[in-house]
């Protein structure tokens, strides 16, 4: 075995393995910033623009979103009182599940809009800080894999070409999405399995876009196509499903996911450097320099 199949071995074995590992990428990502401060330079303009971005969305979406929820849950509780009132006594105790259901009802609703509100500030937050991110990238894969893969020389082209590839990016990712929604539609028509199966489908999907871009800054540096983007999110399964998760679950906790956002994508360079990088780059004997071209 040469030195550099060696230095692969090794670091394949050392790479954090099993469902749960995943998951832990963007704590790793944060202790390594906090251990390399020089980082930190790279995330502080996506961070202000995350919150910037939050600040609107919270204001424009999430406010008006809890009052509508309110107003909701009190239409509900208006035409149930009625009825509820007119119960024989040995019934009364339908009155205390009715108010536990009102409660779970808005616990949920509330819990969705977080959710959504979080969605949507990771597509802004992404496409806003991704000059600083894919530096950002840049960095995290020299640590953590010696060299780093620069992309071509800044140039005319080169800046129209990354553009054009940023919004086929979104309006694929935006067909992808739209075309898996439409069957989880189908799957409401099923009475109560089906909104069950809907509702954890949708979540699966939302994680789905959630890697793609947590992953996106790696693999974009190195031109790949948007359907080798999602077979390499799908074969790292089950570690990719539980980092997207945990993405998804961090990205909808307010206030809190401007910072997620940018440790998000400092775990998928991560990520890609443990899992990927060794599984298909190393074996390709991808050199890594400024001179390299595409």
Do not use: H
Not at 108 to 137: A, E, H, K, N, R
């Amino acid at each position: 075995m040469t030195q550099p199949q060696k230095n692969l071995a090794i670091r394949v074995a050392r790479a954090p393995v099993g469902l749960i590992s995943g998951a832990t990428y963007p704590f790793q990502a944060l202790v390594l910033m906090v251990r390399n401060p020089n980082l930190w330079g790279y995330i502080l303009f996506p961070v202000l623009a995350n919150a910037i971005a939050g600040l609107a969305l919270y204001v424009g979406l999430l406010l008006p979103g809890l009052k509508g929820i309110d107003r909701l849950t009190l239409t509900l509780s208006a035409r149930l009182y009625p009825l509820l009132a007119d119960l024989p006594r040995w019934l009364s105790w339908l009155t205390v599940l009715d108010n536990v259901l009102e409660v779970l009802l808005q616990i949920v609703l509330i819990l969705g809009l977080l959710l959504l509100t979080g969605f949507v500030l990771v597509q802004f937050g992404t496409v806003l800080g991704s000059p600083w991110y894919g530096q950002l990238s840049e960095q995290l894969e020299k640590l953590r894999l010696g060299e780093a893969f620069v992309s071509p020389p800044e140039g005319l082209g080169n800046a129209l070409r990354d553009i054009w590839r940023a919004i086929a990016f979104e309006l694929k990712k935006l067909f992808l999405v739209g075309g898996l929604g439409a069957i989880l539609l189908l799957l409401n028509l099923i009475p109560a399995l089906g909104t069950v199966a809907a509702s954890f489908g949708g979540i699966a999907i939302a994680a789905l876009t959630f890697g793609l871009d947590f992953l996106d800054a790696s693999l974009e540096r190195r031109r790949v196509r948007f359907r080798e983007k999602l077979a390499t999110l799908l074969t790292q399964l089950p570690a990719s499903g539980s980092f997207s998760l945990a993405c998804f679950f961090l990205c909808a906790i307010p206030v809190v996911n401007f910072l997620t956002i940018p440790l998000c994508v400092a775990g998928g360079t991560l990520f890609f450097c443990d899992r990927i990088w060794p599984a298909r780059f190393a074996s390709e004997g991808e050199v890594r320099s400024e001179t390299k071209t595409r």
